[in-house]
């Protein structure tokens, strides 16, 4: 009876611990830009400031970028960008909540592996459900985890007028960089 | 027994549960600065808040038309015109150096316009922004006729423009300043004219859409001034296109120029001597490959 007491103690308690001792994969200078590409013109955005969080238990994870971390080549454009198109004094960052799917059937290795993404992400105050693919491997005691994808604008209610439509896709290149220490 | 085990297994899940973007999202207050009080370096005359960006080369061209009070004679003073126009660069975020010409008087003039504090929120809360505006004319008409016995010394030519730009940018909409302002001429030509200058200027912007604002300013005089003066006044609008800013103002003040729109406005709405003007810029980026953008 004793040691039967004991076994689920036991069970017990390398459960508590198995849920607190979790995996977590933390960073805060990971690296988002973007592309738009019109006959009259190229413009890029890169942001340096963005946090990720990766659950290695759950395949669970978390973006979160400052809007204002985006810079321009050109200052005019940033303005522009903040002001009148991403709002940024309203809507100040954007977020992705999501998981990588089938993260049980996943073994991480130094060799890229496609992976496919769901989750929400939220710009400009919008929140759209996203299905994107990924990659995602080891170096060292990091994980890399790479995307690119395409936003539309108007899914985000993001208005471009017409003197500057031709200057600005309407099908905005994302891409995504980060490198996950150990937390 | 089974109790215990649903309880802590229960406890253990809630645990599981917490929110992995809480880890992200309690980061390092920063400090966060308010930016675009203005779209343009002017309000309509007045200075603005705003200085050219970093490494941004900024053309400004003011023109200024003849009085609006002929009316279609002279196409509401269209066929005349002042101008000023200069050069800025801003070197850094706080600090811009420029060069300007104005056709009035013939005026070349140098100025340094910089940030004292700026506006922000986050880890340091600063309700406003100051700046210094500090300008050195000098007048390069020929020798005055007004007083041809005065000996023509250079010094006879200059004259000083400093003002504090003291504003803060409401919420997205309302940006407001005052402007205290001392303009020393060191030549004057009449006993009851004085050397120096002091007034105070008021000036504003409020954004009706993301690329259109409704613009005003405004400037009295502190101490007396000649019977014939005139508190100077403009109002206009910005209009953002891609690469310009466009305003287009009416003023009872004919030069785009501090010394001439602040002590020299000489219109009136009441016999309709009033002026249209137009201040246009473009800003021409010089940044070279940098590391921390594009």
């Known amino acids: 009876m004793m040691s039967n007491h004991k076994n689920i103690l036991i069970i017990l308690f390398t459960l508590l611990s198995f849920s607190f001792a979790k995996e977590r994969y933390i960073t805060r200078e990971g690296v988002i830009s973007f592309f738009s590409s019109t006959p009259l013109e190229d413009i890029k955005a890169i942001n340096k400031q963005v946090s990720c969080v990766l659950d290695k238990g759950t395949g669970e994870f978390a973006f979160q970028l400052p809007i204002k971390g985006f810079t321009f080549k050109n200052a005019l454009m940033q303005e522009h960008f903040n002001e009148s198109y991403l709002e940024s004094d309203i809507y100040p960052k954007s977020v992705f909540k999501g998981k990588i799917l089938d993260w049980n059937t996943i073994q991480l290795s130094e060799n890229p592996t496609e992976v496919i993404i769901e989750g929400e992400l939220t710009i400009h105050g919008i929140k759209q459900k996203i299905k994107e693919p990924g990659k995602i491997w080891l170096s060292s005691k990091s994980i890399i985890g790479e995307s690119n994808f395409n936003v539309k604008l108007v899914d985000y209610n993001i208005k471009v007028p017409k003197v500057v439509r031709s200057n600005i896709a309407e099908v905005i290149n994302v891409d995504v960089s980060v490198q996950l220490n150990p937390r | ?294």
């Not at chain 2, 803060?168 to 009449?190: A, M, Q, Y």
């Not at chain 2, 002590?263 to 709405?269: L, P, S």
């Open chain 2, 1 to 294: 027994m089974k109790m215990l085990f649903l309880i802590v297994f229960s406890f253990s899940f809630v645990f599981a549960q917490d929110d992995l973007f809480d880890l992200i999202n309690d980061e390092p207050k920063e400090v966060d600065y308010v930016e675009y009080a203005f779209k343009g370096t002017r309000v309509a005359n007045a200075q603005s808040l705003e200085i050219p960006k970093p490494k941004v080369l900024q053309f400004m061209i003011q023109h200024r038309f003849g009085s609006i009070e002929n009316g279609f004679y002279d196409l509401f003073g269209t066929d005349y015109a002042i101008i000023r126009y200069d050069f800025s660069y801003g070197f850094n975020d706080v600090f811009a150096l420029g060069l300007g010409r104005s056709s009035f008087d013939k005026i070349y003039d140098i100025f340094l316009k910089t940030k004292l504090l700026r506006q922000s929120k986050g880890a340091r809360n600063m309700p406003v922004s100051v700046l210094l505006y500090s300008d050195l004319g000098i007048k390069t008409g020929r020798k005055s006729e007004e007083a041809p016995a005065l000996k023509d010394n250079f010094s006879n030519r200059l004259l000083y423009i400093n003002q504090l730009i003291i504003g803060r940018k409401f919420n997205r909409n309302l940006s407001l300043e005052l402007l205290p302002t001392f303009i020393h001429k060191n030549l004057v030509f009449r006993e009851e004219e004085k050397h120096q200058l002091f007034s105070l200027g008021f000036a504003g912007r409020y954004k009706i859409t993301s690329r259109f604002s409704i613009n005003g300013d405004y400037f009295i005089p502190i101490g007396s001034r000649e019977e014939n003066f005139k508190n100077s006044f403009a109002i206009g609008f910005d209009y953002e296109t891609g690469g310009h800013v466009f305003q287009v103002m009416i003023s009872n003040a004919q030069g785009p120029y501090e010394l001439t729109f602040i002590e020299n406005a000489n219109g009136d709405i009441s016999d309709s001597r009033l002026y249209l003007g137009f201040n246009i810029s473009r800003a021409f980026s010089l940044k070279g490959k940098d590391s921390n953008s594009w």
